[in-house]
């Protein structure tokens, strides 16, 4: 054997590792969980007599599947125990990530918390059928279920999404408007900008982990809103700093206090108007937001 070249096995998985990453992500909203699925795929990978695989690509994606779903169930427990709210971790990506319009709304902070209400198998179908685009034969084999069923659960969860989805895709000018709003309230202080573009039902979402302080019940209405952002901000001896960064997909905000990494903000925007604030705080979610990390399908 060519030492010098990788075996058929490694090139394989090398080659469809970023589309394992982006399913086990979109499955799990957790970049380190979905890394650990990775090792666990590769394992089993290992020990496959590849002549008898007609498929490299959908034969690691049901693996990574199968794994995933098992780790749903690790996950499941810890967020039972999680201090106040749990948000998928940030990943930062490439602009051109925006290109891809179907697989950068699929890993928005939005659309990963509407895949939170589904239940674990019915978010494995939506994710292989709907992102992905695998066939339900496939996904059967993926999630031990009968094709029949496998259409039945993708209609179900298909409709389950649409209902909570933004109805209007927000422009690129509405996007640079929230966020260069929100950017000016963090810098001055100043909500007017800002207060122009909230929904009345507006929501924070905070995610401190119990490690760095943050609202630990959601806080909905546009003036509890703007009071939050002025009060919390004003009490601090240095001005944050917010930099426009892409984050899942879509442009977002990286918040530093006195040069240090404080979290990341996303929004959410239906019909114009902020719908959604998005704040990880915690640190250990905060890791994949100084290098980029690609997703593909």
């Known amino acids: 054997m060519d030492h010098g070249q990788p075996d058929a096995a490694t090139e394989a998985f090398v080659t469809h590792r970023n589309l394992l990453f982006t399913v086990a992500y979109e499955m799990l909203g957790s ?11 590769w394992l089993r990978w290992t020990t496959v007599d590849l002549d008898t695989v007609r ?3 959908a034969y690691l994606v049901r693996i990574t599947s199968r794994q995933a779903l098992n780790r749903i169930r690790t996950l499941g427990r810890r967020k039972e125990t999680y201090v106040g709210a ?4 940030p990943l ?3 602009p051109d990530l925006a290109e ?8 928005s902070m939005a659309m990963l918390l509407v895949m939170e209400t589904l239940t674990p198998t019915e978010r494995a179908v939506f994710v292989l059928r709907e992102v ?19 259409r039945q659960i993708a209609h179900r969860a298909r409709a389950h999404v649409a209902a909570r989805r933004p109805r209007v895709p927000a422009s690129p000018q509405q996007t640079r408007d929230a966020l260069d709003a929100l950017r000016h309230t963090l810098e001055t202080g100043d909500v007017q900008s800002l207060l122009d573009l909230l ?9 401190g982990g119990g490690v760095k302080q943050t609202v630990l019940r959601p806080v909905v209405g546009a003036d509890k809103v703007v009071r939050l952002f002025t009060g919390g901000f004003a009490k601090l001896d240095t001005a944050p700093t917010a930099e426009p960064v892409q984050v899942n997909g879509g442009p ?6 006195g040069g240090e990494i404080d979290g990341v903000v996303a929004l959410r925007i239906d019909d114009g108007l902020i719908t959604g604030f998005y704040y990880v705080r915690n640190p250990e979610k905060l890791s994949r937001v100084v290098r980029e990390t690609t997703v593909s399908r």
């Not at 970049?31 to 795929?41: F, G, I, P, R, S």
């Not at 891809?100 to 709304?105: Q, T």
């Not at 992905?132 to 496998?150: Q, T």
């Open 252 to 257: 977002a905000l990286l918040v530093r206090i």
């Open 92 to 94: 930062l990506t490439s």
């Open 199 to 207: 929904a009345p039902d507006v929501v924070v979402i905070g995610d």
């Open 55 to 57: 498929d490299h690509r």
């Open 100 to 107: 891809d319009v179907e697989l950068a709304e699929s890993v």
């Open 86 to 89: 749990w948000l998928p971790e």
């Open 31 to 41: 970049a380190a969980d979905a890394e650990d699925v990775l090792q666990e795929t």
């Open 132 to 150: 992905f685009d695998f066939g339900y034969g496939e996904i059967a084999e993926s999630v031990d279920k009968s094709p029949a069923a496998v």
